[in-house]
């Protein structure tokens, strides 16, 4: 339903088959149904985060790159942008060892996946992966990274005995000594531990888009909502220091990127643990002002710590992208105290009045769960009504999913798919009405685009605007890849936007 509008954040199909993305032209996403699923695309960038090459690289590419086909990986990532970006930081590590990544597990030594436990189906889908292996797994060494790698532990070498390596997102930092492990032979190697105070960083990131750098500044969750995996498989929240991140921002803008994406399950959660005690939204300003970068964006915020400062921040710099994710789960109270969400309806309607408030229109996006135990049919009309309520410019709908390891289980799956399903279409339905009405609305506009695509057809380029909406348009320009350009809307529909360059913004 949602295609003109690339959320960012979170590209799974519903549960079913009908959730919706907001995948846009540049992602090989599938929407309207199974795991979206990214392997390595071999036109990446590789930035040098730390500066300096371990000296170890060399060491370890000899040790591992000289055996017949080893020293080679295949990487899949199933997920969230969270897992997207742990993905490109494993890469870069393993590229720093000396290891060399290619496109299919066939060609691979070492076959990794970075997985997703969210919704049921996410985590089927390894299962299944794995499987391919059962037979001809002897001859490689296979690891389940992620969600699922947390979630299951020990009990994949069970499932999968072929499997020799089990790792959460929470140990990664712990990579480089398990990668010996295993070059050592070791058919065992673990890293479960998700009791950690510490973040990943990497001195080598492998970046997929070479567009938008994506960085973390605060990984796991504390938030506890009834459904959800995350606090288990992510662990505690942690946030990096400021510094670091500038840091980093600095050294993505000297590599070219003009536009960042800071990362977190709950990214204005952020709290700086260092001396400097920036506040999310001042850490926002700082990363606005590094030289080079022209677009700041942010996924994804929580209603309970989203406060008047950041839409301040937004106010007071254009660079800060005019789009806030910011998942409303439920339009009833009822089934938001039953989440655990820590908001009524009232008060996430309040946190959208500040965001509406802004100088400039601010795009809202959210997640919907439908079908949470105890969802009546007048909890879901509130629902229904929150989406007219709010005029979302994107919404992400999912069917509830019980998962292992979360309060709600305990409340079974007393919701028949086929109500689920029924839920999900009504709310696709009607947003699908209310998207084309606000794309509608943007006829005429011009707005400033950041091309990021050409497309086969003649003088036919793509790009995202602040809005993170994608438009199509001609120019007659040669080359316009990189740069940012401004597009009068001339067409649109629910989940397209089309335009024409008419002039190139200064800058
Ligand atoms: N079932 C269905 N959807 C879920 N989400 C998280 N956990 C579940 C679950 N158990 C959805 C939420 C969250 C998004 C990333 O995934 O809407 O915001
Ligand atoms: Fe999961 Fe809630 Fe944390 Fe989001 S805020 S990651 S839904 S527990």
New binding site residues.
Partial sequence: MNKAFDIGV?SLGG?GGTGNSGLDANSSGLSGGGIHSRKFNATGKLDFTGGVVPADVAAAAKSFGDTESGGTFFLETFG?QMNDHDSEKVAGLLLSRGYRQVETPEAARMILYNTCS??EKAAQKVFSRLGEYRERGADKIIGVLGCVAQQEGQDIFRRAPWVSLVCGSASYRKLPEMLAELEAGNKRVTGLDNDTDETFETEITRRDNPWRAYLTIIEGCDKACA???VPHTRGPERSRGSESVLREVRQLAELGYSEVQLLGQTVNSYVDPTARHMTFSDLLLEVAQVAGIRRVRFT?SHPRDFGADIVEAIDREPKLCDHIHL?V?SGSTKVLRAMARTYTREEYLEKMALIRGAKRPISITT???VGFPGETDEDFAETLSMLDEAQYDGV?G??????PN?PSLALNDPIPDEVKGQRLAMIQEKQRVIQTARNLAMLGQELDVFVSNKSRRENQWSGHTSSNRVISFSSQERELLGSYVRVKVTDSGTGSLTGVHVLEVEG
Wanted: proline residues 9%; charged residues 25%; hydrophobic residues 25%.
């Fill in positions: 979170e549960n969230c969210i919704r459904y959800c995996v994804t998942p789960q997640d919907i769960i992400f999912f069917k509830y999913s019980p998962r979360t």
